[in-house]
């Protein structure tokens, strides 16, 4: 192989045009483009959860000035929970300085070795992870999701991620981590289902990234193409680059199997006890579907 490659794009999504929210509750940006708000989704008692108030997110370097603005402006966006580790934020790091008035706060969730898959590094390093995975990728990332959410650094992190949440009161809460896929599609699992959100609805809203990764999903294999390297390795790229039910089917089941329901998780594993649940609820859902 030659010394030096282009990098490839990051596991990530193609721009969106415009910068209005379609139905599913993405957020249209120039520059991120799974960046969702969760409002209208069905909550705990008939309720629902308000709209920009709680927002999901790939990575936020690409954003351009103007994408900062819509945020800053129409989603009056007050705090950043950044899943990433830290080679992912040094290699991208978010845009702090222009958001002074926002609080970014750094919660890594697992680490670059365990989490692989789903760090943007450059050719060489998508290479060697999809060789890894190519004989069984889902096989890998069936594993690779009950550690995220049994790990103990990663329930450290979810339950800072949750103290995060509740400490917005007012403002939007926006969390990421590099496509916005599996450790933010995670976590907005978990604060779904302390909302109260349903099964049906939970599993819609994480599957709702596969709407947007298909064009940079073929911009991977292209680069990969380029070099002769595709192949075998197409079918791989596909099923990492997917939220897939399987993946987040085999998170909840390790967690019944340990603690015995999700819910009996956020509490015990997280800390977020009746009363922040009740906390939770009463500020971020409505009787007004469309509030």
């Known amino acids: 192989m030659v010394d030096t490659v282009p990098d490839i794009p990051t596991l990530g999504i193609a721009n969106a045009e415009g910068l209005e929210?379609?139905?599913?509750?993405?957020?249209?940006?120039?520059?991120?483009?799974?960046?969702?708000?969760?409002?209208?989704?069905?909550?705990?008692h008939g309720r629902?959860?308000?709209?920009?108030?709680?927002?999901?997110?790939?990575?936020?370097?690409?954003a351009t000035e103007r994408d900062l603005e819509v945020l800053a402006d129409d989603y009056d966006l007050r705090t950043v929970v950044d899943l990433r580790t830290e080679d992912?934020?040094?290699?991208?790091?978010?845009?702090?300085?222009a958001l002074v008035d926002v609080r970014f706060n750094h919660v890594p969730v697992l680490n670059t070795e365990t989490l692989g898959i789903t760090h943007g590094g450059g050719l060489r390093d998508a290479l060697k992870i999809l060789r890894q995975v190519q004989d069984d990728p889902a096989k890998i990332m069936m594993e690779i999701y009950p550690r995220i959410l049994l790990d103990e650094a990663s329930q450290r992190g979810f339950a800072t991620f949750f103290e995060d949440v509740l400490a917005t009161e007012e403002g939007s809460v926006l969390w990421h981590c590099t496509i916005?896929?599996?450790?933010?599609?995670?976590?907005t699992v978990l604060l779904l289902q302390v909302l109260?959100?349903?099964?049906?609805?939970?599993?819609k809203d994480y599957q709702a990234t596969n709407r947007y990764v298909a064009s940079r999903t073929q911009e991977i294999m292209d680069a990969l193409a380029s070099y002769h390297l595709a192949g075998k390795l197409d079918d791989s790229i596909?099923?990492?680059?997917?939220?897939?039910?399987?993946?987040?089917?085999?998170?909840?089941?390790?967690?019944?199997?340990?603690?015995?329901?999700?819910?009996?998780y956020v509490e015990k594993a997280l800390g977020v006890t009746a009363d922040k649940r009740a906390a939770l609820q009463a500020r971020y859902l409505t009787d007004d579907p469309s509030a």
């Open 21 to 44: 929210q379609v139905a599913d509750g993405r957020i249209m940006l120039e520059g991120l483009p799974n960046t969702r708000d969760i409002g209208g989704i069905e909550g705990a």
């Open 48 to 62: 629902f959860v308000k709209h920009a108030r709680l927002l999901r997110s790939g990575a936020l370097a690409g």
């Open 88 to 97: 992912e934020r040094r290699e991208k790091p978010d845009p702090e300085d």
């Open 180 to 187: 916005g896929k599996d450790r933010a599609g995670l976590a």
């Open 196 to 203: 109260g959100a349903s099964p049906k609805a939970i599993m």
């Open 238 to 264: 596909q099923v990492i680059n997917s939220a897939d039910p399987r993946f987040l089917g085999a998170a909840l089941d390790a967690v019944d199997r340990e603690f015995g329901s999700l819910d009996a």
